[in-house]
């Protein structure tokens, strides 16, 4: 890397940059060694920070306008989308930039479980980002509350109760979350204060996690260590920064099309009719990036093993660079995995149906089932595979596969007379 | 490893890190404290209600301290039902006879022990109440008979402070 004998060419430059080596690390980004093999999948990176940014720039706009109180927020939502200038098409970005930015995160998730990203030496870079996750999801939650309607109301009700389930001290906690008996004014000045306070945590944690990903440098879709820079590797600047651009225009043709086309498809009619506390909508349902692990909530008959059930899901994630115990990153290699890979993807969409579905009959019994092979996969199949499967050899380089030595030789002799 | 004196020095490191512990505590107390309810809201704490225009069979519903609170006038069929139910058919065993001390009136708080929804009159199963959201169902004692719920409604502390008024805290 040209980090260290890195100079700028102006003396005004060379003064700045031995004061402070900002320009060190434009360079450093900007020269960056990027495997030349990496696909769309990996372009969900920028676009995360494109949404963080977005909500973080909507957000504070609509704070100029919104009031946090609880005979106030309902009506002053409704000055936004109706009095204040463009502030429907603001308040529009907003909600749906939180469903676009989970669509793009779970996409970054499940990219790295295919191609192995979070194993060795990746694993602090995956774990910041189940912290970020987590974060989103509070934040993505407090934000809901915020427009005070039926579904803000109920659904603040409903999770802030997850606590109650906790023995001896979790009425407690419970009171103490709320700043009373039940959710009211105090509770959402409080939720509006640390929805404001998130998005800035998160800024920080993708800095770091940013700056861990630069450490070991991007895996990629063959899986292997590759040196750099090499004939394996394209500066960050400028392909990686064209291929991140376009892709991020298209994804920003399926943003306009919820904002401009259908804004309130993802959203819930209940939540246009303002907060009452003494009646509870028929059917409660979270927005959907968090139904998954409200079906497996629900899916545990009692209340206290159903929340830990809830939060095991999404902290077992933490743990899985050491529950996956195959050497082989990329499913590419890996057939057995990549079959199970499946399974899950498909597992996880079935959680997320059945939790917009009543908990009864049938949704119940599938729910049950889902969890069970949720946990099944992490847990016993993940761990047993890194040692019963048999892998397919792992080329050297990137190169190597396209110019020959691949594992299908037919196809590289063929690929090989047609540059001859 | 040779034999290790205590000094003065070990001496003053441990007296420093626990008076800084108790001032890092001191301080961080009032933080977490001003979550707990504040004084306005605690001053919140009864109300009183009219209840001379309810019938028998049906519910009054009013908010105390930001929650429902259920005034149910029974019906003696309803006051057989829930006092006829054995102890060991009970997910949360209590005797109808402590939750509604005069039988006709039953007073508790319209919250459901799952995760706090207000459950639907005259529904379920138990002819009593019925939670929509996670699908608890309660007799006509507020008992939870089935579902996720753990416990009975709450019963909260009121009197009769006339034949027409109930005071609620």
Known sequence: ?420 | MSEKKTKRRDFLFTATTAVGAVGAAAVVWPMIDQMNPDASVKALASTEVDVSALTPGNTLTVLWRGKPVFIRRRTQEEIDEARSVKMEDLIHPEKDEDRAKNPEWLVMLGVCTHLGCVPLNDKGDYNGWFCPCHGSHYDTSGRIRKGPAPWNMEVPKYEFVNANTIKIG
């Open chain 1, 1 to 420: 890397m040209s980090d260290h004998d890195y100079r700028p060419k102006s003396k005004v430059g060379q003064w700045f940059n031995d004061r402070l080596p900002l320009l060190t690390l434009a360079n450093h980004l900007t020269d960056y060694p990027t495997p030349k093999n990496l696909n769309y999948w990996w372009t969900f990176g920028g676009i995360l920070t494109f949404c963080l940014i977005t909500q973080i720039v909507t957000g504070l706009t609509l704070a100029m306008h919104y009031i946090a109180h609880a005979d106030m927020a309902f009506e002053s939502v409704e000055h936004i989308m109706r009095d204040v200038n463009y502030g429907w098409l603001i308040r529009y970005i907003h909600a749906n930039g939180a469903s676009m930015f989970f669509l793009a995160v779970y996409i970054h998730i499940f990219r790295s479980l295919f191609y192995g990203s979070y194993k060795s030496p990746r694993e602090i870079i995956w774990i910041l980002g189940i912290i970020i996750y987590l974060l989103m999801m509070a934040a993505a939650f407090m934000g809901y509350v915020l427009p005070w309607g039926q579904m803000s109301f109920w659904g603040a009700t409903v999770i802030t109760n997850l606590f109650s389930a906790i023995p001896l001290v979790g009425e407690g906690i419970v009171t103490w979350l709320w700043g009373g008996y039940s959710v009211d004014n105090p509770t959402l000045t409080r939720f509006f204060t640390l929805h404001y306070l998130i998005p800035f945590l998160i800024l920080g944690l993708v800095v770091l996690h940013i700056w861990a990903l630069h450490v070991p440098g991007n895996n990629n879709p063959v899986g292997i260590d590759i040196k750099k820079p090499s004939k394996d590797t394209v500066p960050f600047h400028p392909y990686i920064v064209i291929k991140d651009g376009f892709a991020l225009l298209m994804f920003m043709i399926v943003f306009a099309f919820f904002v401009f086309y259908s804004p309130n498809i993802l959203g819930h009619a209940d939540n246009y009719i303002e907060a009452n506390p003494m009646v509870t909508p028929a059917h409660i349902v979270p927005e959907w990036y968090l139904l998954p692990f409200y079906a497996i909530l629900r899916s545990v008959p009692d209340k206290l093993l159903g929340v830990v059930a809830m939060l095991s899901a999404i902290l077992i994630l933490a743990v899985l660079p050491w529950l996956d115990t195959s050497k082989i990153r990329s499913a590419v290699f890996r057939p057995l995995y990549k079959q199970f890979y499946w399974i899950l993807v498909a597992d996880v969409l079935i959680l997320g149906y059945v939790g917009a579905m009543p908990a009864e009959g049938l949704y119940l019994l599938i729910a049950r089932v889902a969890t069970a092979y949720y946990f099944l996969h992490f847990l016993v199949i993940l761990p047993v595979l890194g040692f019963k499967e048999k892998t397919l050899p792992v080329p050297l380089s990137i190169t190597e596969p396209v110019l020959g030595g691949s594992l299908n030789l037919a196809t590289a002799r063929q690929k090989e007379s047609k540059i001859e």
